[in-house]
Every structure is written in structure tokens, then in C-alpha cells.
């Protein structure tokens, strides 16, 4: 199983960026869709964006156009570059990693907690 550590976070003011970076203990690529996940105070953890092994993206309606997903094989590192930060964007970040078979992501980094100031 892979082990994922996230890093990145950290507080920013409104309309500003952060780069998260979620570095991987072994190749992921293949077999593996990457994914970030947030949770804030008080709020059910949601999906915030996926990546296959092939680089086909998803996002949550509520990041589209400001957050993207990305990856540098070399490196073993899954990113989320956010954009036009928002209050609401305030949460614990993070990297996860579900294997082809899997139905659930089962592979969990620690979290990193990012933090929207208005």
C-alpha cells in the first residue's frame, strides 16, 4: 500500500494561491487514482478533485476554474494548485490514493490545514 505525506498548507489571504504537494512512498503511475479531499470545522470531508494514471481530472463544481490537480511522475508528487482563494476554502486538505480494484480510497496522507483569511 502506498503511503502518501501532504505539505503546502498554510494561512493566505483572499484571492491569493497555495500549492499542495502530496509526495508518494512508491510509483504511482499506474493503477491508482489520486484524489484530495477537504474537511472543514464542523463539515462532512468532501472530494475536492481526482486524477487518474492517465491524467483524466475531476472537480467538485465548487473548486472548477480555480483548482487544479497535477502530477510529476519523476518525482512520485501529486499537486493541488488553488487559485482565487476563498474564505469557504478554509479546511484540512487530504491526498488520497484508491488502487484500480478498490471501490473506497484506502491510502491517506495526514492532512495539511490550509487557512482563507477575508
Known amino acids: 500500500q502506498v503511503q502518501l505525506v501532504e505539505s503546502g498548507g498554510g494561512l493566505v489571504q483572499a484571492g491569493g494561491s497555495l500549492r499542495l504537494s502530496c509526495a508518494a512512498s512508491?510509483?504511482?503511475?499506474?493503477?491508482?487514482?489520486m484524489g484530495w479531499y477537504r474537511q472543514a470545522p464542523g463539515k462532512q470531508r468532501e472530494l475536492v478533485a481526482t486524477m487518474t494514471s492517465g491524467a483524466t481530472t475531476n472537480y467538485a463544481d465548487s473548486v472548477k476554474g480555480r483548482f487544479t490537480i497535477s502530477r510529476d511522475n519523476a518525482k512520485n508528487t501529486v499537486y493541488l494548485q488553488m487559485n482565487s482563494l476563498k474564505p469557504e476554502d478554509t479546511a484540512v486538505y487530504y491526498c488520497a490514493a484508491k488502487a484500480g480494484p478498490a471501490t473506497d480510497f484506502g491510502a491517506w496522507g495526514q492532512g495539511t490545514q490550509v487557512a482563507v483569511s477575508s
Open positions: 512508491r510509483s504511482i503511475l499506474s493503477g491508482y487514482v
